[in-house]
C-alpha cells in the first residue's frame, strides 16, 4: 500500500482558511477583517512607490543572479541594522550585532529558534497570551517546549502588566520570552515605555533571553518611536534576538524579506554566532532570494527613496489610525463604548466579539473576522467601514 496510506489531513491554517471561505462568498459587499495585510483606501493590496522606483531600477540594470552569500546582501543586512538600532548605535559600531537577512519575519523567527535549539537546548520558550498564531507551532517545530506568559487583559482590552512580570518572575534562567516590539498581534495591545523600561530590568535580573519580534515598524507610531524597546534592551547590556519584517512596512509580503539580528558581547562573539547561524541557514536553504532585500536595500540607502517610503509608511500608519477613529465614532452613534479600539495599536485590535457574534458577522452580513474577535483594521476603508460598524452594532444587540 502507498507509503502515505496513514497520512491524516493536518488542520487548516485558521487564518488562511477565512480568506478561502471569504473568498468563495459571491456576496458583493462582503469585507474580510481576518487578513494580516494592509489594503488602501479602495480595497486593494498597495505597490509603494519607492518599491516600484527601486524595481524599475534594477530592472533597467539587469543584474546577473549569482548565489548570494549565506547571511545575504551586505548592504541589505546593514541597512537593517541601522532601522532597527538606529545607525549612530553603540553596538554597531563596537561590533556586537550580526544581522542575516531572512525569509521574511516567519523565517527570521525560524533560524533564531534553530540556532538557540543548539544554544540552550534544554530551554523553555514563552510567548505572549495570546500571540501571532504561528509562534508557537514554530517554536515547536525547533523542538522547545513553548509556554506562555500572562498579557492581554479582557477587562481592560489592553495589558495586564501585573500578570506579565508575575510571570516573567517566575521563568528559570536561559528561557526565551518572544516579545512583540510594537502593534502586537493580534490584540493591538502595546506595552508603555516604562513598562518596557520594567520588562528589561526583569529579563536582566532573571538571566532570560528576550527574543524580539519586529514585524510591523512604522505601523505604531513611527520608525523611531516604534524602535523603544530596542532602544532600552540596546542600553541593557544583555544579549538578544530581533527579528525584522518588511512585508507589512514595504508591502512586499510575497517577496518574503526578513531579517535575523542577534546582539552579543563583543566583536569576537559575533563572528563565532555568525559562524554558527551561517551552517543553520546553509542547511535549510543555502542562501537567500535576491530580489527584495536588493529591493528594501536599494530604498533605504537612497535619501529620496527613503523619503517617499517614509512618507508612503506614514500614509498607511495614518489611514490606519483613521479608521480606528472613525469605528470609534461610528459605534458610539451606535451607542456603543469602542474606545479601546484607538488606543490599540497597529494593524489588529481584540474587538471582545464572541466567536458567536463572528460568526453572525460572516452569516448575516458577509464579514469575516477571527473567531477570537480580532479584526483588521487595514482592511476597512471609507465604503466599507458603515456596512461594519452597523454589522457590529447589530450582533452586539
Ligand atoms: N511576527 C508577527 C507578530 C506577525 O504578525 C507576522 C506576520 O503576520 C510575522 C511575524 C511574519 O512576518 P512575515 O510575513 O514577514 O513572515
Known amino acids: 500500500s502507498s507509503i502515505f496510506a ?33 489594503y488602501d483606501d479602495n480595497g486593494k493590496l498597495p505597490l509603494l512607490a519607492a518599491v516600484k522606483a527601486a524595481e524599475k531600477a534594477r530592472l533597467d540594470a539587469m543584474p546577473a543572479r549569482g548565489y548570494q552569500p549565506i547571511e545575504g546582501l551586505a548592504a541589505y543586512n546593514q541597512a537593517v541594522q541601522n532601522l532597527v538600532f538606529g545607525k549612530d548605535s553603540p553596538l554597531l559600531a563596537n561590533g556586537q550585532v550580526i544581522t542575516i537577512e531572512a525569509l ?6 525560524k533560524i533564531g529558534a534553530d540556532y538557540l535549539k543548539r544554544l540552550v537546548p534544554g530551554a523553555k520558550v514563552y510567548i505572549s497570551d495570546p500571540s501571532w498564531e504561528n509562534h508557537r507551532a514554530l517554536f515547536e517545530s525547533a523542538g522547545f517546549e513553548v509556554g506562555t506568559y500572562a498579557y492581554y ?6 495589558v495586564n502588566f501585573a ?11 536561559n528561557a526565551v520570552v518572544v516579545l512583540h516590539a510594537c502593534c502586537h498581534n493580534p490584540t493591538g495591545a502595546d506595552l508603555t515605555d516604562a513598562q518596557w523600561q520594567e520588562v528589561v530590568q526583569i529579563i536582566k535580573a532573571k538571566n532570560l533571553i528576550a527574543f524580539i ?3 510591523y515598524q512604522g505601523f505604531a507610531e513611527g520608525i523611531d518611536a516604534d524602535a523603544v524597546a530596542l532602544k532600552l534592551f540596546a542600553a541593557s547590556g544583555l544579549q538578544y534576538f530581533v527579528s525584522s519584517s518588511f512585508s507589512k512596512s514595504f508591502s512586499l ?34 542562501n537567500p532570494p535576491t530580489h527584495g532585500g536588493a529591493i528594501v536595500a536599494a530604498v533605504l540607502s537612497s535619501p529620496e527613496l527613503r523619503q517617499q517610503w517614509e512618507d508612503e509608511l506614514a500614509g498607511m500608519r495614518e489611514r490606519i489610525r483613521a479608521m480606528r477613529i472613525a469605528l470609534v465614532e461610528k459605534l458610539k452613534a451606535h451607542g456603543h463604548d469602542f474606545a479601546f479600539v484607538a488606543q490599540q495599536r497597529g494593524m489588529f485590535s481584540y474587538t471582545g466579539l464572541t466567536a458567536q457574534q ?11 473576522a477571527v473567531s477570537t474577535g480580532r479584526i ?11 456596512h461594519v460598524a452597523d454589522a457590529i452594532a447589530q450582533v452586539l444587540k
Not at 517577496?255 to 559562524?275: C, D, W, Y
Open 6 to 38: 496513514a497520512v491524516e489531513m493536518a488542520p487548516r491554517d485558521p487564518i488562511l482558511g477565512i480568506t478561502e471561505a471569504f473568498n468563495a462568498d459571491s456576496r458583493t459587499h462582503k469585507v474580510n477583517l481576518g487578513v494580516g495585510v494592509y
Open 104 to 109: 521574511g519575519g516567519t523565517g527570521a523567527l
Open 153 to 158: 487583559d479582557a477587562a481592560t482590552r489592553g
Open 163 to 173: 500578570a506579565m512580570k508575575a510571570s516573567l518572575n517566575a521563568m528559570a534562567p
Open 213 to 215: 519580534d519586529m514585524a
Open 253 to 286: 509580503y510575497g517577496e518574503r524579506v526578513g531579517a535575523l539580528s542577534i546582539v552579543t558581547a563583543s566583536k569576537e562573539e559575533s563572528a563565532r554566532v555568525l559562524s554558527q547561524v551561517k551552517r543553520v541557514v546553509r542547511t535549510n536553504y543555502s
Open 358 to 368: 463572528v460568526e453572525r458577522l460572516k452569516d448575516e452580513f458577509g464579514i469575516y
Open 376 to 386: 483588521c483594521l487595514a482592511a476597512l476603508n471609507t465604503r466599507n467601514i458603515d
